[in-house]
């Protein structure tokens, strides 16, 4: 049988090719993290006492290496994610939460109009996420739907939203629908919502030349990339949603944006929905990029 040192530093060695030294470390910590259910004290304190792996663990733990070596994302290896330091549940088929839509929550939980919102729509909801956040750290609202067209994502959102209720107490609707259908249905809900969010898929496919294996071989394109012809298209979709009396009068459109379109999202929106109807603020990222979008909307 191996200590957990000597599979920690072995792990590290056989990630090498696709991974920094100290990334490699902290995937390897955090692999026999999950294999023994520790958290991170626990598993230097065993470290330095020589502590042994089981055969089984030893086995599990190859079985995630090969995963990792065929470029499997970690999250998927692990089955979570983590979204503002809680853990959630993701599997192939569905978008990994990224650190910018963190932001864009945290952004609209901190929003001085936070505690007035009673009703929001999350479209494109993928692992559920931001609507699990929002209503989460959102306890005045009293009804939170999420959109999503994907049966594979609905099945995971479905699975952290059950987590999120038995936690909580909070409830999420989930909404098996394409965006583009609901528009061309034009049926506004009798109480219009008071606050729209969404994360679509916003990366132009001639991009993809420059990401990783780990996103282009495993991560869902269906949640990852804007028509070609249109990489605006699903801004324009949830656009109409707002013109056609989804979102009240005085309410909140937060959007998670690519960079390389934030302007023309922006000039889109207003466009369809009005000038003189809405007001928009393009807010940039930890990193100084043009990600989000906030619109107010005044009235029709």
Same mark, same amino acid.
């Given at each position: *049988? ?20 100290? @990334? ?23 470290? $330095? ?78 692992? $559920? ?29 479905? @699975? ?8 909580? $107490? ?40 420059? *990401? ?73 990222? *930890?990193? $100084? ?12």
């Amino acid at each position: *049988m191996e200590t957990i040192r000597q599979v920690e530093e072995a792990t590290i060695l056989r990630l090498a090719p696709e991974y920094e030294p100290a @990334e490699a470390r902290e995937i390897a910590r955090r692999l026999i993290e999950d294999l023994r259910g520790l958290r991170r004290t626990d598993l230097l304190l065993l470290t $330095g006492k020589d502590t042994l792996l089981s055969p089984e663990e030893i086995t599990k733990l190859e079985a995630a290496l090969s995963r990792l070596e065929a470029a499997e994302p970690l999250q998927y290896v692990l089955g979570s994610a983590t979204f503002l330091d809680e853990e959630l549940y993701v599997a192939p088929g569905v978008l990994i939460p990224r650190p910018e839509t963190e932001e864009l929550a945290q952004l609209i939980l901190q929003h001085t109009e936070a505690s007035s919102w009673r009703r929001l729509l999350d479209v494109g909801t993928g692992s $559920g996420c931001l609507a699990w956040a929002l209503a989460k750290h959102l306890p005045q609202l009293d009804q939170a739907i999420a959109l999503e067209v994907s049966s594979q994502a609905i099945s995971i959102a479905q @699975e952290n939203f059950r987590r999120l209720y038995e936690q909580s $107490g909070r409830e999420v609707y989930l909404w098996h629908e394409d965006l583009f259908a609901l528009v061309e249905a034009h049926t506004p809900p009798p109480t219009p919502l008071d606050l729209i969010v969404s994360n679509p898929p916003y990366i132009h496919p001639s991009e993809a030349e420059d *990401m990783t294996a780990h996103v282009l071989l495993y991560e869902p394109h269906l949640a990852l990339f804007a028509p070609e012809e249109s990489p605006l298209a699903y801004y324009t979709a949830i656009g109409q949603l707002v013109r056609q009396g989804y979102l009240r009068p005085g309410g909140s459109l937060w959007l998670e944006l690519n960079p390389l379109y934030a302007e023309q999202t922006r000039t889109a929106l207003l466009y369809i929905i009005g000038s003189e109807q809405a007001e928009a603020e393009l807010i940039k990222d *930890m990193s $100084g990029k043009n990600r989000f979008l906030h619109l107010t909307y005044h009235s029709a």
